[in-house]
């Protein structure tokens, strides 16, 4: 089992910087893979990035290539995202996600279930 909390959240205006932090338990948690998902009001949660377990390949949807930036710290049970040139579209709740990788390398996942393991989300709000 694996139980994530996600922090870093909060009310930043637009071109503002934030990260996020996810921090799980769970001693086998440098074995997972962890995307980061976000649910605007009124639409569908979506994948903005991954990571597989190592570290060593990362994801990132169209919309927020240049500006998000996904990295782990095993020895710290934390994923981050780095998120900077905050707009007011980043508004969502943002949530991240895990999944053990099977013994998998290098392997990213990108939809919603695929991911067995959800943490309660943290608000980012942007202001114009």
């Known amino acids: 089992q694996v139980q994530l909390v996600e922090s870093g959240g909060g009310l930043v205006q637009a071109g503002g910087s934030l990260r996020l932090s996810c921090a799980a338990s769970?001693?086998?948690?440098?074995?997972?893979?962890v995307g980061w998902f976000r649910q605007a009001p009124g639409k569908e949660r979506e994948i903005v990035a991954a990571?597989?377990?190592?570290?060593?390949?990362?994801y990132y949807v169209d919309s927020v290539k240049g500006r998000f930036t996904i990295s782990r710290d095993n020895a710290k049970n934390t994923v981050y995202l780095q998120i900077v040139s905050l707009k007011p579209e980043d508004t969502a709740v943002y949530y991240c996600?895990?999944?053990?990788?099977?013994?998998?390398?290098?392997?990213?996942?990108?939809?919603?279930?695929?991911?067995?393991?959800w943490g309660q989300g943290t608000q980012v709000t942007v202001s114009s």
């Open positions: 769970g001693r086998t948690f440098s074995s997972y893979a």
């Open positions: 990571i597989s377990w190592g570290g060593s390949k990362t």
């Open positions: 996600a895990a999944r053990s990788s099977g013994g998998l390398v290098g392997v990213v996942f990108t939809r919603r279930d695929e991911y067995f393991y």
